[in-house]
């Protein structure tokens, strides 16, 4: 697809694409499914239909065979939109571990049907309540038994799974006594959850600050087969890492498409609201923080182009995707703050909006990593320094 349309054109067409169905899903959509804590199925189905979820599954398993650049625009048009691609960003990105590292025979039973939306994978399995950010400690155990695995364990803020068809789930299958380094004896399981439910696997949602569709899952000797293996056991988190670099720059984009939502509306307001007889927006207080806003999220931007490109080229990117990641959450922030204190008031009103966003961008402080974990890799693997854990 992109040998045939240069590159701009592309772009701007799927800009247009997006934009023109985000449109069908206006803010009374997400504010009514926002106070009823409700999964956006309509908007999700549109999205599958129209093939956006596919981009980046290659044409001869049914995708659009795209790269991470055209991803990210659809992602940052979403949120662009006031929508909230979180509600189902995973089902862009999650079947690239399956692609990278599943079996031809896993591939072609699966990367089809999730193309097409007839399965859903976009549940992701890696948190746990004991271990939090030190994943290789997690405890989650398949232990083999003839031809199955049996896991026991507890995943936590598993986003989706409710939604989802199919599970991507890490898990320990080498106690860490038995392997040379804490990260070796880890493996990615593919679990259908059609027929886990009720047989050793229970989901319990939790409910958030903002509507996430987020979830705890208890593992109670759930036994599955073992060719739900993904690539060899033992290398699980090895997969882990090599599918960051692609969520990382794909939520640097929802937050982009986030902070220039927040400058949108922000500038809009200052314009238009008057008090002391002149637009509060001819208020330097006002004019300035919003301009810095968006100063702040056009240069993420910059980073988060210059990453998706180097990702697309088969370069190396750990450093770009992990700066993408941090300043663009940093900048949605801040032009989520700054959009607050414009609206004044307002800005806590429901029926407004910006509450509400602000609520679904502070998310990207913590999730899917959190800030301190992105320095904490800039320190050691970029700039050299000691390792502090
Ligand atoms: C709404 C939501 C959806 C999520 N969806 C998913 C999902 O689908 N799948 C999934 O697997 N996980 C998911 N997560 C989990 C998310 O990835 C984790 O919450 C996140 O990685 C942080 O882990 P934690 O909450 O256990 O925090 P902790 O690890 O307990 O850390 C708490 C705080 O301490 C900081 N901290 C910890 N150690 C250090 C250190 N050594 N140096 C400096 N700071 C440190 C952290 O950065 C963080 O700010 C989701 C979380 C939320 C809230």
Not at 141 to 169: C, F, M, N, P
Not at 238 to 264: S, V
Not at 276 to 283: D, E, L, M, T
Not at 292 to 310: G, I, Q
């Amino acid at each position: 697809m992109i040998g045939r349309v240069p590159q701009v054109d592309l772009h701007q067409d799927l800009r247009s694409g997006v934009r023109a169905l985000c449109r069908e899903f206006p803010d009374a959509y997400w504010r009514d499914l926002d106070a009823r804590r409700a999964y956006p199925e309509a908007f999700v189905t549109a999205l599958t239909s129209a093939g956006y979820l596919a981009a980046l599954i290659p044409e001869e398993y049914g995708g659009s065979g795209l790269g991470v650049s055209e991803a990210a625009i659809i992602m940052e048009e979403i949120n662009r939109s006031g929508a909230n691609a979180g509600a189902c960003h995973a089902q862009m990105y999650t079947m690239g571990t399956l692609l990278r590292h599943g079996s031809d025979a896993q591939k072609r039973a699966y990367l089809p049907k999730i193309a097409s939306g007839e399965l859903r994978l976009q549940a992701f399995g890696v948190s746990e309540p004991t271990t939090g950010s030190d994943t290789t400690q997690l405890k989650t155990t398949a232990v083999r038994k003839g031809d199955s695995y049996v896991i026991r364990g507890q995943k936590i803020w598993i986003s989706r799974a409710e939604h989802s068809d199919l599970l991507l789930l890490i898990v320990r299958t080498t106690p860490i006594p038995d392997v040379k380094k804490r990260s070796d004896g880890l493996s990615v399981l593919l679990i259908d959850m059609r027929q886990a439910v009720g047989h050793g696997l229970t989901i319990r949602p939790i409910r958030t600050m903002m509507n996430h569709a987020t979830t705890e899952l208890f593992f109670d000797d759930l036994e599955v087969p073992v060719d739900t293996l993904v690539g060899e056991e033992g290398k699980g988190f090895r997969y882990l890492i090599d599918g960051l670099n692609a969520e990382r720059i794909l939520i640097a984009a929802e937050c982009i498409g986030d902070g220039r939502w927040f400058i949108e509306r922000a500038t809009k307001y200052a314009k238009d609201r008057v008090v002391f007889g002149r637009p509060i927006g001819q208020n330097q207080g006002i004019q300035f923080p919003i301009a810095r806003a968006h100063v702040n999220v056009e240069a993420a931007h910059l980073m988060r182009v210059r990453a998706a490109e180097l990702f697309d080229r088969r370069e190396p990117c750990g450093a770009e995707a992990n700066m993408a990641k941090l300043l663009a959450a940093d900048a949605s922030w801040e032009a989520a703050n700054v959009a607050v204190q414009t609206y004044g008031g307002f800005g806590f009103a429901e029926d407004y909006d910006i509450e509400r966003k602000f609520r679904e961008t502070k998310l990207y402080q913590v999730a899917p990593i959190s800030t301190n974990m992105i320095l904490a890799y800039m320190a050691e693997h970029v700039l050299g320094l000691p390792r502090s854990y």
